[in-house]
Nanobody, 124 residues
Framework: QVQLVDSGGGLVQAGGSLRLSCTAS????????MGWYRQAPGKQRELVAGITSGGSTDYADSAKGRFTISRDDAKNTVYLQMNSLKPEDTAVYYC??????????????????WGQGTQVTVSS
C-alpha cells in the first residue's frame, strides 16, 4: 500500500517563510501529478499549487509570486516553498498525488492519495 506524509508546518509571523514537504512511500511504480491544497476553518479545501510529472506548474492567484512548488522524484517528494506569508495563508495544508503502484493481488494500479495535513499558522 502507498501513503503520503506531510511535514514542515508551523507558526510564523507575517512576512516569514516555511517549506512544506510531502513524501510518498510504498510499492510505487511512478508518481504522476502532485499538488498542495489548503483548508481554513469554515472554508472549502482549495488548490494552492500543482506540478505534473513533466515539471509543469500551476498556482492559485493567491499563491503566485510567493509560493513555489517543486518535486524530487528520486525521493518521491513534493515541496512547497512559502515566502512572504500572510495571515490569510493560515490553514491546514494537504499534499495530494496520483500514484501508480503495484499490488501482488491486483497488479498495477493508479490511485489518488492524500497526506494527513500539516498546520500553517501566520500571525499578524
Amino acid at each position: 500500500q502507498v501513503q503520503l506524509v506531510d511535514s514542515g508546518g508551523g507558526l510564523v509571523q507575517a512576512g516569514g517563510s516555511l517549506r512544506l514537504s510531502c513524501t510518498a512511500s510504498g510499492s510505487i511504480v511512478g508518481i504522476n501529478d502532485m499538488g498542495w491544497y489548503r483548508q481554513a476553518p469554515g472554508k472549502q479545501r482549495e488548490l494552492v499549487a500543482g506540478i505534473t510529472s513533466g515539471g509543469s506548474t500551476d498556482y492559485a492567484d493567491s499563491a503566485k509570486g510567493r509560493f513555489t512548488i517543486s518535486r524530487d522524484d528520486a525521493k518521491n517528494t513534493v515541496y512547497l516553498q512559502m515566502n512572504s506569508l500572510k495571515p490569510e495563508d493560515t490553514a491546514v495544508y494537504y499534499c495530494k498525488a496520483e500514484i501508480k503502484y503495484y499490488s501482488s493481488s491486483l497488479g498495477y494500479r493508479t490511485s489518488h492519495y492524500w497526506g494527513q495535513g500539516t498546520q500553517v499558522t501566520v500571525s499578524s
